[in-house]
């Protein structure tokens, strides 16, 4: 099965300034990486993606970068906002599979 | 365009008691997913179904659990004779198939075992 690993557990960083979050996956046949954002008591919001044939994926101030060989990828997150606080979750489906093994998250504080 | 819809959004329930759970996915999608959050947690997969099909239950526990996603209707995540270990947020998912791997969740429905 996929194992997805994810750090740091937690990050705080000054607003404006930016934040890198990482995960690696075990499953080398993995085709499709989704970046999630919780907010307290809400259910996850898709926020990006990117899919194996592309390494990286840029929407206004979010990224992903993608390196299959190394089987890690990463989410960037450029000129942060208080709003940008909250938990995010990385995953990847076990091989050609559609669910998600989920990371066990980050939780981003941007402190004013 | 509404989203994916879970109720109830809180249940409280009695150990030995059953709680159902209600997932109606985004319009147009025919694929759902169940995942469970517990505190401080990641999200766990559960179970995978289309229309009248389970596709993958191996996320869910053997005994206790159930799903099902009938022809018409919400999908529903069983679970008889709660025990307390059940405590948890039971997010829905649903993607559009045919190639869309984007899931979409719900707002999730936190259960309780009292």
């Known amino acids: 099965g996929e194992n997805v690993e994810q750090h740091p557990s937690t990050l705080s960083v000054q607003e404006g300034d930016s934040a890198v979050i990482k995960c690696t996956y075990s499953?080398?046949?993995?085709?499709?990486f989704p970046w999630y954002k919780q907010e307290l008591g809400k259910g996850p919001q898709l926020i990006i993606d990117?899919?194996?044939?592309?390494g990286e994926k840029k929407d206004q101030r979010i990224a992903v970068t993608l390196n299959k060989t190394a089987k890690h990828f990463s989410l960037h997150i450029t000129e942060t906002q208080p709003e940008d606080s909250a938990v995010y979750f990385c995953?990847?489906?076990?091989?050609?599979?559609?669910?998600?093994?989920f990371g066990s998250g980050t939780q981003l504080t941007v402190l004013p | 365009n509404a989203g994916v819809m879970q109720n109830p959004r809180h249940l409280v329930r009695r150990r030995g008691q059953e709680a159902r759970l209600r997932c109606s996915p985004m319009?147009?999608?025919?694929?759902v997913y169940w995942y469970r959050q517990l505190p401080e947690e990641g999200l766990k997969f559960m179970v995978y179904?289309?229309?009248?099909?389970?596709?993958?239950e191996s996320g869910m526990p053997k005994e206790r659990f159930s799903a099902e996603f009938p022809k018409e209707g919400p999908s529903i995540l069983r679970i008889q004779q709660v025990v307390r270990g059940d405590s948890a947020a039971y997010f829905c998912?649903?993607?559009?198939?045919?190639?869309?791997?984007?899931?979409?969740f719900g707002p999730g429905t936190r259960l309780t075992v009292t």
């Open positions: 319009k147009g999608h025919s694929h």
């Open positions: 990117i899919r194996s044939n592309v």
């Open positions: 499953d080398s046949a993995s085709n499709y």
């Open positions: 179904l289309q229309k009248e099909n389970i596709i993958d």
């Open positions: 995953a990847a489906p076990p091989g050609s599979a559609r669910q998600l093994t």
């Open positions: 998912a649903s993607s559009p198939g045919q190639g869309g791997y984007e899931q979409y």
